[in-house]
T-cell receptor, first 115, second 110 residues
Framework: NAGVMQNPRHLVRRRGQEARLRCSPM?????VYWYRQLPEEGLKFMVY????????ESGMPKERFSAEFPKEGPSILRIQQVVRGDSAAYFC?????????????FGPGTRLTVL | QKEVEQNSGPLSVPEGAIASLNCTYS??????FFWYRQYSGKSPELIMF????GDKEDGRFTAQLNKASQYVSLLIRDSQPSDSATYLC??????????FGAGTRLFVKA
């Protein structure tokens, strides 16, 4: 049973370009979470999605950031017009359920560098 | 006040000792509590979760929860150098969001 897959593992973009980060949850998991982690800091919640629905996007910046989890295919975190401050590790996690027992399993992360 | 607080460390313990990691949280409505381990440059991996007051043991790991004090801890018995990592406390506050602490760095000396 493959774990959570993320690609690309490393992404380099110049300021103003777009970044697309992909996440394929574990088989049987329909709940996806995106987090951002800056060096030496904890994980910051960005968004929680179920298939085709955004459930909680309270951690997403209001501009330039969007997320989707289509019926078919991976979840996508999209960052438009990237700036240097977007450089971070972006982790995706999946869970088989919501509720209090929503143990989350993390992918390897995408390390975004904005030049 | 941060929602989930951890001592950043580093916490240094000798091999074979007990490492004690602590976490406090601010939301009294929190219902679920998780401990993750993160090696440098890697992704977090789930070690334990606990929902009820008291202790929960799994191998060398014991999670302790005290909801009245809004406190959760992780004990690692017989610490090994391979346990050296950052330990993240995470709290599910009801609803769907899980809040992570900034982590405690543990260093186990051989």
């Amino acid at each position: 049973n493959a774990g959570v897959m993320q690609n690309p593992r490393h992404l380099v973009r110049r300021r103003g370009q777009e970044a697309r980060l992909r996440c394929s949850p574990m088989k049987g998991h329909s709940h996806v979470y995106w987090y951002r982690q800056l060096p030496e800091e904890g994980l910051k919640f960005m968004v929680y999605l179920q298939k085709e629905n955004i459930i909680d996007e309270s951690g997403m910046p209001k501009e330039r950031f969007s997320a989707e989890f289509p019926k078919e295919g991976p979840s996508i975190l999209r960052i438009q017009q990237v700036v240097r401050g977007d450089s971070a590790a972006y982790f995706c996690a999946s869970s088989p359920r919501s509720g209090i027992d929503n143990e989350q399993f993390f992918g390897p992360g995408t390390r975004l560098t904005v030049l | 006040q941060k929602e989930v607080e951890q001592n950043s460390g580093p916490l240094s313990v000798p091999e074979g000792a007990i490492a004690s990691l602590n976490c406090t949280y601010s939301d009294r409505g929190s219902q679920s509590f998780f401990w993750y381990r993160q090696y440098s440059g890697k992704s977090p991996e789930l070690i334990m979760f606990i929902y009820s007051n008291g202790d929960k043991e799994d191998g060398r790991f014991t999670a302790q929860l005290n909801k009245a004090s809004q406190y959760v801890s992780l004990l690692i018995r017989d610490s090994q150098p391979s346990d050296s990592a950052t330990y993240l406390c995470a709290v599910g506050a009801g609803g769907f969001k899980t809040i992570f602490g900034a982590g405690t760095r543990l260093f186990v000396k051989a």
